[in-house]
């Protein structure tokens, strides 16, 4: 039997386990097991409790309804009465329901300031996405959830663009790809963790951008807003390029332009304006720099427009690379492409504002991302939608799509709308002006519908989503083509010449089989060959000839995709040339030159002679030339196709086949010594230096 003191002590004991003061030493315990203890212990448990869902995804419908300030039945008959039949299938009602949740307490609680930096919100949005991969009661229970749990593409793909901010439908992709590198294509919570604290660090930073009189003045009167700012620091200069001199400065980019102040004594001089938003017929591409007019570092912005007598060029200097230089011209190109969208598409009002919200939205998670990845292996342009667009095959169909989306569906602040089943997440414009920006002028209310990117319907895939699933599609398919052309590329001039030789081997062996009919080598064959061919001309069947010849080679083409299904394919067997020393590779370089300037040669006298026989420089031969173009076309006009098909046909057998009549000999022989003596035009070379002097 225990002694008092004993059993006190046990009991102290026990409840410092309970109060979590000594957990450590049984282990860590899952948020969610005390979670669900918690809910277990709650007089409501069952009723909240809903059977379809798992563990998980109960919890996380827990959460939703603390924000929405309802229980999760209250929940679940929202959605029975609002949802189509088909939503409601019990095949994907768990998920289904569970969405409706997720975008309704998303829309209410991205409406607080500073949510990105709130633990609550971070664990929360990630939690959903657990939650989408197991939705229903017959998935794994994950009744011992702890922080290596990741979360794949498709989940992160569904609920991140619900906050605009965090993602949007056209680069999630690309986004989770690099939030994602490293960790085997599963997003783990600490790198999410980051990559929110990141965005909200991004968003205080732009709050804060602080600008000259000078330019406060200019930038004032179209109410723009201030995106980024280089140059301030000494240590990272940004330089203008005017002719062979070169100036520093800091650069400004607004939503509307590009600004550049040079720097004098004490302050910065009167800024240059670049303008993005009027149709300039602007090009904004990478460029060369380097001292006295020189090209030799890869590190700057070149800006042309029509409005310019001359370029601008803004370098971006760094020891290494040109990372720097390839986020502002990501950045500058963005704000370019998203005006040329407003432009294209006749864009005003509202929906203009949000086009302009989705560019500022994709500069933040840019700005975001390279805080917390290595800035050496991000592809900036690829995490900004309108860069995006403008590479992807199919990119000009998803701005199309966007385009056509007029309207938005009303949001109240619990976004309990009504759409024939559809139920839809926060707007892009609503996102930024709840972050502190106020873009555009238009005083139309910020929940009036409108244009809609991030927008995600419950259970459904939008127009938008099935053009970008399409396009990237298209994308992977055109990558790995490319890179199993790049496998095959190999190194040599001899190695080529081999590969391209047991490639056109098939076509060399037909045209040795031709060559030994022409010259009678089997002479039966040769005869049977020409009176088949001959019949077949004679009775104008050559075309139908040619499309029996198509057929047969379709029909080849199916028998044989069908009886190699499955099998690997086949490599073709090249023999290697022997190896081949620097000095024999230059030889053969040369020796390709000159069989290739030999070619170029003989064609420029070919076409030197037509042009002497055309404009009548000799005479004689032009008049030759010209009766003999006569007779061909008297020939053309009274002998049927058929008979000048038939004659040229003979007469190519009747010249090899043997014995060769004395005939065709004697006008080969009177054909070759007239063109032969044919003088060439004569050829004046001048200079370039000679045509300035004149």
Not at 164 to 176: D, H, Q, R, T, W
Not at 440 to 465: H, R, Y
């Amino acid at each position: 039997m225990a002694t008092p003191t004993v059993s006190k002590t046990r009991s102290m004991l026990e409840g410092l386990v309970r109060e979590g003061s000594f957990k450590w030493l049984l282990g860590k315990r899952s948020s969610f097991n005390e979670e669900l203890e918690e809910m277990e212990r709650s007089p409501s448990a069952g009723r909240n409790w809903i059977a379809e869902l798992s563990p998980l995804a109960n919890l996380v419908v827990r959460r939703c309804s603390k924000i929405l300030g309802v229980s999760a039945s209250e929940l679940q008959e929202s959605f029975n009465a609002e949802a189509s039949d088909s939503l409601k299938h019990h095949s994907c009602y768990a998920r289904n329901f569970l969405e409706y949740c997720c975008f309704r307490a998303l829309a209410l609680s991205t409406q607080v300031t500073g949510h990105l930096a709130d633990k609550k919100f971070q664990r929360l949005t990630y939690d959903m996405m657990l939650a989408w991969e197991t939705p229903g009661v017959a998935s794994q229970p994950l009744l011992h959830v702890d922080e290596d749990l990741t979360v794949g593409l498709e989940a992160f793909s569904r609920i991140a663009p619900a906050v605009p901010i965090i993602a949007n439908v056209i680069i999630s992709e690309n986004l989770f790809e690099v939030l994602t590198v490293g960790t085997d294509g599963r997003l783990q919570f600490s790198i999410y963790e980051k990559y929110l604290s990141g965005l909200e660090r991004a968003i205080k930073k732009m709050k804060t951008q602080t600008d000259s009189s000078l330019l406060s003045t200019v930038r004032l009167s179209r109410r723009e807003k201030i995106l980024e700012v280089d140059g301030t620091v000494t240590t990272q200069p940004v330089l203008e390029h005017v002719g062979i001199s070169t100036w520093p400065g800091r650069v400004t980019l607004t939503d509307h332009a590009l600004y550049y102040e040079a720097l004098r004594v004490v302050s910065y001089d009167k800024p240059k304006t670049y303008d993005l938003a009027d149709d300039l017929k602007q090009i904004v591409n990478p460029e060369l720099t380097g001292p006295w007019g020189t090209r030799l570092f890869d590190k700057a912005v070149l800006y042309k427009s029509i409005s310019l007598s001359e370029p601008a060029v803004i370098e971006f200097p760094e020891l290494k690379g040109h990372t720097r230089r390839d986020y502002w011209l990501a950045v500058i190109r963005e704000i370019l492409f998203v005006h040329r969208f407003i432009k294209k598409f006749k864009i005003s009002g509202v929906e203009r504002d949000k086009a302009l919200s989705l560019a500022v939205l994709g500069i933040l998670r840019l700005q975001a991302i390279q805080e917390i990845i290595s800035v050496n292996s991000v592809h900036c342009d690829t995490l900004l939608m309108f860069n995006l667009c403008d590479q992807l095959p199919g990119g000009d169909l998803i701005l199309e799509t966007l385009a056509s989306i007029s309207s938005l569906r009303k949001l109240d602040r619990t976004t309990s709308d009504k759409t024939g089943g559809g139920m839809h997440s926060i707007s892009a414009r609503v996102m930024v002006s709840n972050l502190g920006f106020m873009l555009g002028t238009s005083s139309t209310d910020l929940n009036e519908v409108g244009l809609l990117v991030g927008e995600t319907a419950v259970g459904e895939m939008s127009s938008l989503e099935k053009v970008v699933k399409e396009s990237q599609s298209s994308f992977k398919k055109a990558v790995l083509a490319q890179e199993t052309v790049d496998g095959v590329k190999v190194d040599g001039i001899d190695t080529n010449l081999a590969v391209m030789k047991e490639l056109l081997l098939p076509v060399m062996e037909v045209g040795r089989w031709l060559i030994s009919l022409i010259h009678w080598d089997d002479p039966m064959k040769s005869l049977v060959f020409c009176l088949v061919l001959t019949y077949v001309i004679w009775r104008g069947w050559l075309g139908y000839t040619f499309g029996l010849m198509i057929i047969f080679l379709a029909i080849f083409m199916v028998l044989t995709r069908f009886c190699n299904q499955g099998r690997p394919v086949d490599e073709i067997k090249v023999t290697a040339p022997p190896p081949m020393n620097t000095v024999e590779q230059l030889l053969a370089v040369q020796d390709a030159i000159s069989q290739a300037e030999q070619f170029i040669q003989d064609g420029n006298i070919v076409l030197l002679k037509f042009r002497g026989l055309l404009l009548s420089i000799y005479p004689q031969a032009s008049e030759k030339f010209a009766f003999t173009l006569l007779g061909v076309a008297l020939i053309l006009a009274f002998m049927p196709s058929k008979y000048i098909i038939l004659l040229t046909f003979l007469e190519t057998f009747t010249r090899y086949s043997p014995p060769r009549t004395a005939s065709t000999e004697r006008w080969t022989r009177r054909l070759r010594e007239w063109w032969f003596s044919i003088p060439a035009a004569p050829v004046v070379l001048e200079r370039e230096e000679d045509k300035k002097k004149k």
